[in-house]
């Protein structure tokens, strides 16, 4: 691995990277049981480079920003470094997002450039907003031969053959914006400096090394802070390879691990839990003998393994399990909400270690990993070296906000300095949930303060922003809340939202009115639907300019209904 | 698109294992066969090679009805 103590920038760090490995394969790309493209590190500098040149030859700027908006592929991170040969700042936005979210997000961020895929590029131009647009060069990947770019440049012809300036940048200067999903009016863009990204490196690296040989299975989105870390910055500047596939298929993914006899996989945890639930069914498949035998050597397994993972001895034990994941898979990285500790524990016992953190894009990438020594499903792990982890305001059990300190907490909020002295002050990042250290120096998570739920696919909700689609609603008034933000639990568990509904005085609950809701509920994306709702039969208490004090009326809830008043939709 | 649509519905029960007549063109097709993203994706496999044609994962993003799926998947065709 480089010694990244030594460097000053991203992009000083993968130049060299590509200098020093010229013949290791660093990315694989393939769609279904197609193999596209397979670069060395040679190669991919002879990618990037005449891009590089292209954006400066275009009048590209150092720190000038940069988007990219694409799905998980060998041309984001090719993109991704010809930025950073040219000095710029990188940002990455989630191809997830609406068309009309992306534009919001390009005007927020003032993006000079952005590196877009066809299809999205395609939703794009057809959004109302497209005409305020303003990026002054756009290149667009995979576009069919005749189709209308609106002004935006191939990328297989945005290349020229000159060698670009190589641009140095310092520790303190911008690397990336990240957007984290603040309320819908509000962006939040998370900026992160050079030394963020190198110390962080150093940090996970520490715990969790890459090696050339090394290959990782790149399927959380790219643009998230945990695949733009251990799916980009770390394996590059440690000569490993990097597998991305086209599709996220459970069939493609499962025949990936073979084929490329995978190393890392990291994960939200609705996948593991898809692979959980696929690898319990072929177990009730077994015949009864052989399942007889699994169990044994599953619980030899845990008994060996119960101080400290061994994966080289649970290979052997359970051949036939590794075997399906390849047989090179080390560890599996989760992180991006909230994973259930029996799920954990259901591969750690098979000698499938998962690596569960805590992290927020403010962060970096991570506050804390399980470091497996000894494997703790209850709590996220320990402070990565030179993290510090602190509880405030911390009542009697313990428990109170995370507060965390290190070379890894971003600068500020880009463009949002009152924003940023809320969230850091004194140089501690509030993190918004709440947790207990233990004396042993795990973490345990224990719910949010904030009004919001993570979902399983690791996305942020804010009730704020669901609540328009219930606008015509016939009742009186209606809020949208995080459940467990009006009724605090004790463990994060599945979060949902759910309505708070005032009827008119004389009005009856009907099952048209049901209807009405489940219909405009089915209008969000499913990931964003409220689970349940509940009857309250008192007025909203309201500010003088008629805001719901949303504190205030969860705290009435609260007191006066249980949980199980949710009913479910 | 009639005819696509109806086959759409006939796999999708087939791949689910639920009774044809429990799913109908409009339906949640998350709610109704309480599915995930992930299993939803599952089934374009089988749709693909039922109609000879690539589905990339992006024609499901936004799409939760059958009969939206059922016209993405004709316009391939």
Redesign the interface.
Request: overall charge positive; aromatic content about 10%.
């Given at each position: 691995m480089l010694d990244l103590s030594q460097y000053s920038s991203l992009g000083a760090a993968l130049r060299d990277a590509l200098e020093r490995w010229p013949n290791e394969t660093c990315l694989i790309e393939a769609d279904?049981e197609r193999e596209k493209s397979r670069l060395t590190y040679a190669q991919f500098k002879a990618e990037a480079l005449p891009l590089a040149r292209a954006l400066q030859d275009g009048g590209y700027l150092h720190n000038d920003r940069a988007a990219i908006i694409m799905?998980n592929q060998s041309k984001w991170l090719i993109s991704a470094y010809a930025v950073m040969h040219c000095g710029g700042v990188l940002v990455p936005l989630d191809y997830?997002l609406t068309a009309a979210e992306h534009l919001q997000l390009l005007a927020h961020c003032a993006a000079q450039v952005l590196f877009v895929e066809y299809?999205l590029w395609r939703q794009i131009m057809q959004d109302a907003g497209f005409k305020s647009l303003r990026v002054a060069t756009v290149v667009v990947t995979e576009a069919p031969p005749n189709a209308e770019l609106a002004g935006g440049l191939r990328w297989e012809e945005f290349r020229r053959d000159a060698d670009p300036l190589f641009v140095p940048r310092q520790r303190q200067d911008v690397a990336c914006i990240v957007y984290s999903s603040g309320t819908a009016g509000r962006p939040k863009g998370c900026v992160l400096t050079h030394e963020n990204y190198l110390e962080q490196c150093i940090s996970l690296t520490a715990w969790y090394p890459f090696w050339p040989g090394v290959t990782y299975l790149s399927i959380l989105p790219t643009n998230h802070a945990i695949d733009f870390m251990v799916g980009f910055i770390g394996p590059f500047v440690c000569g490993a390879c990097v597998v991305h596939l086209?599709?996220?298929?459970?069939?493609y993914v499962r025949e990936a691990f073979t084929r490329y006899n995978i190393t890392y996989v990291s994960l939200v945890p609705?996948?593991l839990k898809?692979l959980e639930r696929g690898l319990k069914v072929k177990f009730a498949e077994l015949p009864a003998a052989k399942r007889f035998v699994l169990n044994r050597m599953i619980e030899w397994n845990k008994w060996r393994t119960r101080k400290a993972a061994n994966v080289e001895l649970s290979r052997k034990l359970l051949p036939q399990v590794h075997s399906a994941f390849g047989g090179e898979l080390r560890t599996i990285i989760v992180g991006g909400a909230f994973t259930d500790p029996a799920t954990l524990q259901f591969f750690y016992d098979l000698g499938i270690p998962v690596a569960n953190g805590y992290g927020l894009t403010e962060a970096c990438t991570a506050i804390t990993v399980n470091d497996l020594k000894p494997f703790r499903a209850d709590t996220v792990g320990k402070p990565l070296p030179g993290v510090e982890v602190k509880i405030l305001d911390a009542g009697s059990d313990g428990i109170g906000e995370v507060a965390c300190r290190g070379k890894n907490v971003m600068s500020h909020y880009l463009d949002d300095p009152g924003l940023t002295a809320q969230t850091i002050v004194d140089g501690w990042l509030h993190t918004g949930d709440l947790g207990r250290l233990e004396t042993s120096g795990h973490l345990q998570l224990f719910g949010r303060k904030k009004n919001m739920i993570v979902t399983?696919?690791g996305k942020n909700i804010y009730p704020e922003d669901v609540e328009m689609v219930f606008d015509k609603l016939p009742v009186k008034e209606y809020c949208v809340f995080a459940a467990n933000y009006i009724w605090p639990a004790k463990a994060l568990g599945k979060e949902m939202l759910t309505i708070v509904l005032r009827l008119e005085n004389n009005q009856e609950f009907t099952l048209a009115l049901r209807e009405e809701l489940i219909a405009y509920n089915?209008k969000l994306?499913?990931?964003k639907r409220a689970g349940g709702y509940v009857l309250w039969e008192k007025d909203f208490p309201r500010t003088a300019s008629l805001k719901i004090k949303r504190e205030i009326l969860a705290a009435e809830i609260g007191t006066a209904l249980e949980r199980t008043a949710i009913i479910p939709l | 698109m009639d005819q696509t649509l109806d086959e759409v519905l006939a796999l999708a029960a087939l791949h689910f294992k639920v009774p044809r007549e429990k799913l109908t063109p409009d339906d949640d097709f998350f709610k109704t066969l309480g599915i995930d993203s992930l299993q939803a994706l599952d089934l374009l496999t089988r749709l693909e090679h039922h109609f000879h044609i690539e589905l990339p994962d992006y024609e499901l993003q936004g799409v939760s009805d059958f009969r939206t799926l059922a016209a993405r998947i004709q316009a391939r065709l």
């Open positions: 279904r799905t997830k299809y086209r599709t996220l298929r459970p069939e609705m996948v898809n399983e696919g089915r994306p499913d990931f | -």
